[in-house]
């Protein structure tokens, strides 16, 4: 994988614009919205490169990170780079789950305390989203749960945010959310406005290597999960469509690859980069049901982002076929080469097993697997529809669920058996 082909990338999205509309019918090419970082720096050593953006964007940096990121050096190893060019810091290692709003203030008080003008998130989404929180907060005031639902605009700009992933799954780096738990009624807030987005992403494939399997596969999933729904969005259109079907082209043949051999840096880069191209896809065209019923799972059992929407992507994917028929045919395609022979219909149904039978291989467990206790689930299961429902993700599905309805795949998903019965190209 060269560093050029993401530039190959960007062009192919301009050409796609000229040359292929959607074909649905409510479609018709209505104006759309394409936000990025500034600067996004891509491959291998690119992570040498951050003090020199840096030094472009303040004297001394907060590095927002976890003591997983600390106990491998690589915290010291960002510390130094900014030394060598000129920037100060100091360094946050209070995050360790997925982000809660404590994590905002604390991170925020040091940023305060040490009179840093710089922000660096180092590690997953959890850190990325921790940042981008402090970022806005830290020039616009108030508590980080004002800013969802858009109840508090950001009117003055964040404070330079310099986001730099260990995993390759949240595409965080790209994109202009965050979601972060309130403490108070466990509910996890997406909040999502311009000023969220980073202000350079720098994706170095090397730096994911120390993810461990486990994290490999749900990050992986979670990645694909956000090319999937970017792609079967109500407010898709074709930027986002090029970049989502091209993260797919990396991530399917590459995710079992990364996942059984850690080592493999042809599968790491791949996943890297679909990564990032899945992160400014669905920055851009939205999430849908998935991400919208894995929140609360998240926030009330405290189930990792990514391994949540695995646990569910499958069964909303059938729950949703009927209204996105010719688009999972064309994932259905991604996955096997023999799907260009069969009908839309069994193209679509293709897609879904092809996804089951990639979380079968990734050992991805079901919500009762994952050790959740059924009663507590079943109780819960009217206050996740509503959150998830409340948190407007469902919205963009093809096919829209009333309560009910995700009640009933709540319950679904609880015991789903994950048995596709294709193998996924490579």
Request: with cysteine.
């Amino acid at each position: 994988m060269k560093q050029a082909q993401f530039c190959e990338t960007l062009l192919a999205c301009f050409l796609h614009l000229k040359r292929q509309h959607h074909k649905r019918s409510e479609n018709k090419m209505r104006q759309a919205v394409f936000r990025t970082p500034q600067t996004i720096l891509y491959g291998k050593q690119a992570f040498e490169k951050i003090g020199e953006e840096a030094a472009r964007r303040g004297k001394k940096a907060l590095i927002v990170t976890d003591k997983i990121m600390a106990g491998l050096g690589n915290a010291d190893a960002c510390q130094r780079i900014l030394q060598e060019a000129g920037v100060k810091s100091a360094v946050y290692t209070g995050v360790h789950s997925e982000p809660v709003d404590h994590y905002v203030s604390e991170a925020l008080a040091l940023f305060q305390q040490e009179s840093c003008d710089l922000l660096v998130s180092l590690g997953g989404g959890s850190c990325i989203d921790t940042a981008k929180a402090v970022a806005v907060v830290a020039t616009n005031g108030g508590y980080i749960g004002d800013y969802m639902g858009g109840r508090k605009i950001a009117e003055k700009p964040p404070v330079p945010h310099i986001a730099v992933p260990t995993t390759a799954g949240t595409g965080s780096e790209a994109t202009d959310a965050t979601i972060i738990t309130n403490t108070a009624n466990d509910v996890k807030m997406m909040i999502k406005q311009p000023a969220f987005m980073p202000a350079v992403a720098i994706v170095d494939p090397v730096l994911s290597k120390s993810s461990p399997k486990s994290v490999t596969a749900a990050t992986g999933v979670d990645a694909l999960s956000h090319a999937i729904e970017a792609y079967i969005s109500r407010r898709a259109h074709p930027l986002t469509d090029t970049l989502a079907l091209s993260a797919m082209r990396l991530i399917i043949p590459n995710l079992k690859s990364a996942y059984e051999d850690g080592e493999n840096m042809e599968a790491r880069d791949a996943m890297s980069l679909g990564s990032l191209q899945a992160g400014m896809a669905f920055s851009n065209a939205s999430v849908c049901l998935v991400h919208g019923m894995s929140r609360p799972i998240g926030a009330l059992f405290h189930v990792p982002h990514g391994v949540s929407n695995a646990m569910l992507l499958p069964a909303v994917l059938e729950f949703s076929k009927s209204a996105c028929l010719e688009r999972l045919a064309d994932i259905g395609k991604i996955f096997s080469p023999e799907a260009k022979d069969l009908s839309g219909k069994e193209a679509a149904d293709l897609a879904v097993r092809a996804v089951k039978q990639l979380c079968l291989d990734l050992n991805i467990p079901n919500l009762r697997g994952w050790g959740i206790p059924q009663q507590p689930f079943e109780s819960a299961i009217n206050k996740m529809a509503s959150d998830a429902l409340a948190s407007g993700s469902p919205q963009n599905n093809p096919r829209v669920p009333s309560q009910k309805e995700i009640e009933d795949l709540y319950l679904v998903c609880y015991d789903y058996q994950f048995s596709g019965e294709v193998q996924a190209r490579g």
